[in-house]
């Protein structure tokens, strides 16, 4: 009996060294991601090609996965059309040492990948398809902390050597 006891306070102790020394979950650049795990509703707007925002409601659930190395969002919103499911997956990539973004959706067949940073100052990702100076049709977008309880995500596009706004979407904690 008494071995027993022994091999289990060995294991136990075992598992927990294991879990506190996991090679998947042992970066900060990793650790942000736990601020933004939650269930969501979410208000968004959608600028038209035209100028005119398109709006709508829906709702988010967003997870770790991969061992607790990527940020999963997955979002359902209502759209005059028809309602679209897109999901956000944001990761840490060690050898480039930049996060990226990766979008991709139920209407579509294209994925947008982006690359950036966590500026820990501004509680802000910044993810951009570009590096050095924006070109026409390069894409900047922010993901940030307005408080506790709410999160921004707004996309810009440099369209006639302005930045303009293509997407403001409001995620609110329930």
């Not at 900047?140 to 999160?151: A, H, P, V």
């Not at 996309?155 to 293509?166: A, F, N, R, W």
Request: hydrophobic content about 35%; aromatic content about 14%.
């Amino acid at each position: 009996m008494r071995k027993i006891v022994i091999s289990l306070i060995f294991c136990t102790a075992m598992i927990c060294f294991a879990k506190a020394s996991s090679p998947y979950y042992s970066t900060a650049t990793q650790k942000v991601f736990e601020d933004y795990v939650g269930q969501w509703n979410v208000v968004y707007s959608n600028q038209t090609d035209k100028g005119m925002p398109v709006g709508g409601r829906g709702v988010s659930v967003s997870t770790l996965t991969m061992g607790k190395t990527i940020l999963q969002f997955e979002n359902k919103l209502d759209f005059k059309l028809g309602n679209i499911t897109t999901y956000y997956l944001i990761g840490y990539d060690k050898n480039a040492q930049k996060y990226y973004f990766l979008s991709y959706n139920d209407a579509s067949d294209s994925p947008a990948l982006l690359w950036g940073e966590y500026l820990k100052d501004k509680q802000m990702f910044e993810f951009k398809n570009y590096e050095g100076k924006p070109q026409n049709g390069d894409m900047r977008l922010d993901i940030k902390f307005e408080r506790k309880d709410k999160l921004l995500i707004n996309s810009y596009t440099l369209i006639d050597g302005e930045e303009k706004p293509t997407l403001d979407m409001a995620y609110i904690k329930k």
